[in-house]
T-cell receptor, first 117, second 114 residues
Framework: AQKITQTQPGMFVQEKEAVTLDCTYD???????LFWYKQPSSGEMIFLIY??????QNATEGRYSLNFQKARKSANLVISASQLGDSAMYFC??????????????FGTGTRLQVTL | NAGVTQTPKFRVLKTGQSMTLLCAQD?????MYWYRQDPGMGLRLIHY???????AKGEVPDGYNVSRLKKQNFLLGLESAAPSQTSVYFC?????????????FGPGTRLLVL
């Protein structure tokens, strides 16, 4: 079974609009972490946001927020006020097990976001 | 502050040739990782290291070897390259800590095996 599922291969959003990128995960661990990375066309992987399984508040970093619904095992990324520079591939990833050990991340297949004028 | 660097950026190999990819980080991170990225797939972990002198297998280790002789360097070796190893290779490092352990990635190495 897929541990990380991103069901949207591609998304379009108009500039200044908000967009939600979906991510569902599968784990039997109680302690885990969820990450979102951005990969622009230049190829580098850029860390965006992190949510721990025990964090009670949804994580936020500037225009990025993570809509964490533990019971549904979903960790959707919300980008507010989209900008043209947000056009990129977005990956959801999960670390299983507690922190303090090597973070062996499992990645989803990604969602390609295109921001239009 | 260079962060994570990878050498080379691009390489073409013939089947059966060998090569070594070098990853270097200047953030004093304990943990280092090698991933490969193939079209339509997310990154998959090849090998990782939790400290100098230690290495462990990830999800797709076959055909690769690694070494961590110095804390700041993590080498990925292909002894006999195969076309199936055509991919983009990413190195990453993370801090040894109880918190989020964000992984910081290098720019990637694009490898083509003919």
């Amino acid at each position: 079974a897929q541990k990380i599922t991103q069901t949207q291969p591609g998304m379009f959003v108009q500039e200044k609009e908000a967009v939600t990128l979906d991510c569902t995960y599968d784990t039997s661990d109680q302690s885990y972490g969820l990450f979102w990375y951005k990969q622009p066309s230049s190829g580098e992987m850029i860390f965006l946001i992190y949510q721990g399984s025990y964090d009670e508040q949804n994580a936020t970093e500037g225009r990025y927020s993570l809509n964490f619904q533990k019971a549904r095992k979903s960790a959707n990324l919300v980008i507010s006020a989209s900008q043209l520079g947000d056009s990129a591939m977005y990956f959801c990833a999960m670390r299983e097990g507690p922190g303090g050990t090597a973070s062996k991340l499992t990645f989803g297949t990604g969602t390609r976001l295109q921001v239009t004028l | 502050n260079a962060g994570v660097t990878q050498t080379p950026k691009f390489r073409v190999l013939k089947t059966g040739q060998s090569m070594t990819l070098l990853c270097a980080q200047d953030m004093n991170h304990e943990y280092m990782y090698w991933y490969r990225q193939d079209p339509g797939m997310g990154l998959r972990l090849i090998h990782y290291s939790v400290g100098e002198g230690t290495t462990a297998k990830g999800e797709v280790p076959d055909g690769y070897n690694v070494s961590r002789l110095k804390k700041q360097n993590f080498l990925l070796g292909l002894e006999s390259a195969a076309p199936s190893q055509t991919s983009v290779y990413f190195c990453a490092s993370s801090y040894n800590g109880p918190s989020q352990e964000t992984q910081y990635f290098g720019p990637g190495t694009r490898l083509l095996v003919l």
